[in-house]
């Protein structure tokens, strides 16, 4: 159910703005109605000169009718990884451009917002300032669903992952996705963890059991369980370590699906074989590794000479798709199942186009997941 609610949740957001009725009694007083506001200007730092209009302006250099605006001298460079929202992005990205109308420079109707990373923003705006249902989608896919009354983020949010299909869901605390009851739900919509996020970064959370998952009036309500078994918190690996977590604490999700065995290729190491039946593309692990920035300088096998060796040394070695920074580095020690065993996407054979290790097919994935 909630797969097919994000699907059509933006005729939705276009059917909103199709019956809107544009004609409002703005006050043009209030500078923060102005569509400048959306890229960090008010009325006096606003430059026309600053911004590149598709259609002409009136007098007094304000948008009048529907059209494009975009911000000089800023580019889109699509990147987006984890969870983001309006808010996030609002504080932490340059916008690009904004399509919508105008009156008088007031946003009126259905507007989109494009930022720098690529993310865009849609909501229907009132005398300035948006109202109802509000939606980010990045690379054609729903990422983000918020509810704005009088331009205030209200409700529930659900912000989903665009690698994999994991959500995060909760009421807003004073427009972030914060709080101490959230709940991110994995790609089964029946794992969960559930407590205390910062802006979309879990603080501390356990496993929770879903019972239960639904949309109404446009956001996601869920019944679970109550919360068991060991915290987690995020915790980023670094250059050359896991980060501050316990590199022995199974992943709750990667635990129902999957287990490391013994290969049965002649030859073979240990393995990951499926314990449950899963569709195609399905997102069955994680891979994990030491984060090495690509202008760090860093070589893994340095100072290796033999072919052989090298191969053996970067055997564990993802390079991430071009739009990111860094890639991830497992030195052959640290996958041994009594060093780490936190994810085992490092135990699915790797290849460049797609690997056969231990009787599972897996590929790496943008977001270090891993498909069956």
Same mark, same amino acid.
């Given at each position: 159910?909630?797969?097919?609610?994000?699907?059509?949740?933006?005729?939705?957001?276009?059917?909103?703005?199709?019956?809107?009725?544009?004609?409002?009694?703005?006050i043009r007083s209030k500078s923060h109605e102005y569509f400048y506001t959306k890229f960090a200007d008010d009325e006096l730092s606003y430059d026309p000169a600053n911004y590149s209009f598709s259609r002409g302006l009136l007098q007094d250099s304000l948008p009048e009718g529907k059209g494009i605006i975009t911000r000089s001298k800023t580019w889109v460079w699509p990147k987006c990884s984890g969870f983001t929202s309006w808010t996030d992005s609002e504080r932490s990205v340059k916008l690009h451009s904004v399509e919508g109308g105008w009156e008088s420079g007031v946003m009126s109707g259905l507007q989109t917002f494009l930022y720098c990373n690529g993310v865009s923003y849609r909501? +229907?705006? %009132?005398?300035?300032?948006?109202? /109802?249902?509000?939606?980010?989608?990045? !690379?054609?896919k729903v990422v983000w669903v918020g509810r704005y009354e009088d331009g205030e983020l209200v409700g529930k949010f659900c912000a989903i992952?665009?690698?994999?299909?994991?959500?995060?869901?909760?009421?807003?605390?004073?427009?972030?996705?914060?709080?101490?009851?959230?709940?991110?739900?994995y790609p089964d919509m029946e794992t969960g963890l559930r407590g205390s996020w910062h802006s979309g970064v879990m603080v501390a959370a356990r496993q929770v059991v879903v019972n239960c998952v639904w949309v109404e009036e446009d956001q996601v309500w869920i019944s679970c369980s109550a919360d068991f078994g060991p915290e987690f918190a995020f915790s980023p690996s670094g250059i050359d370590n896991f980060g501050s977590s316990n590199p022995m604490m199974r992943d709750p999700y990667e635990t129902k699906l999957i287990a +490391?065995? %013994?290969?049965?290729?002649?030859? /073979?190491?240990?393995?990951?074989?499926? !314990?449950?039946?899963?569709?195609?593309?399905?997102?069955?692990?994680?891979?994990?590794?030491?984060?090495?920035?690509?202008?760090?300088?860093?070589?893994?096998?340095?100072?290796?000479?033999?072919?052989?060796?090298i191969f053996e040394r970067?055997?564990?070695?993802?390079?991430?798709?071009?739009?990111?920074?860094?890639?991830?580095?497992l030195p052959p020690a640290m996958a041994d199942l009594k060093v780490y065993c936190a994810s085992l996407g490092h135990k699915v054979g790797q290849s460049e186009d797609r690997g056969d290790h231990g009787g599972c097919e897996g590929g790496a994935g943008a977001a270090g997941g891993l498909w069956l």
């Amino acid at each position: 159910m909630v797969t097919i609610w994000i699907d059509n949740i933006e005729e939705k957001i276009i059917s909103a703005g199709n019956s809107l009725d544009n004609d409002c009694e703005c006050i043009r007083s209030k500078s923060h109605e102005y569509f400048y506001t959306k890229f960090a200007d008010d009325e006096l730092s606003y430059d026309p000169a600053n911004y590149s209009f598709s259609r002409g302006l009136l007098q007094d250099s304000l948008p009048e009718g529907k059209g494009i605006i975009t911000r000089s001298k800023t580019w889109v460079w699509p990147k987006c990884s984890g969870f983001t929202s309006w808010t996030d992005s609002e504080r932490s990205v340059k916008l690009h451009s904004v399509e919508g109308g105008w009156e008088s420079g007031v946003m009126s109707g259905l507007q989109t917002f494009l930022y720098c990373n690529g993310v865009s923003y849609r909501a +229907v705006f %009132k005398c300035g300032v948006a109202q /109802g249902l509000a939606i980010g989608s990045f !690379k054609e896919k729903v990422v983000w669903v918020g509810r704005y009354e009088d331009g205030e983020l209200v409700g529930k949010f659900c912000a989903i992952e665009p690698d994999g299909g994991a959500l995060l869901t909760g009421n807003v605390t004073e427009g972030e996705m914060s709080g101490p009851d959230l709940t991110f739900l994995y790609p089964d919509m029946e794992t969960g963890l559930r407590g205390s996020w910062h802006s979309g970064v879990m603080v501390a959370a356990r496993q929770v059991v879903v019972n239960c998952v639904w949309v109404e009036e446009d956001q996601v309500w869920i019944s679970c369980s109550a919360d068991f078994g060991p915290e987690f918190a995020f915790s980023p690996s670094g250059i050359d370590n896991f980060g501050s977590s316990n590199p022995m604490m199974r992943d709750p999700y990667e635990t129902k699906l999957i287990a +490391v065995e %013994k290969s049965k290729m002649e030859g /073979g190491g240990e393995g990951v074989y499926a !314990k449950v039946d899963m569709a195609k593309n399905y997102v069955a692990a994680i891979f994990n590794g030491f984060k090495v920035p690509l202008f760090a300088g860093l070589n893994p096998a340095e100072g290796i000479e033999k072919e052989d060796d090298i191969f053996e040394r970067l055997s564990y070695n993802i390079h991430m798709p071009e739009d990111e920074d860094f890639f991830l580095d497992l030195p052959p020690a640290m996958a041994d199942l009594k060093v780490y065993c936190a994810s085992l996407g490092h135990k699915v054979g790797q290849s460049e186009d797609r690997g056969d290790h231990g009787g599972c097919e897996g590929g790496a994935g943008a977001a270090g997941g891993l498909w069956l």
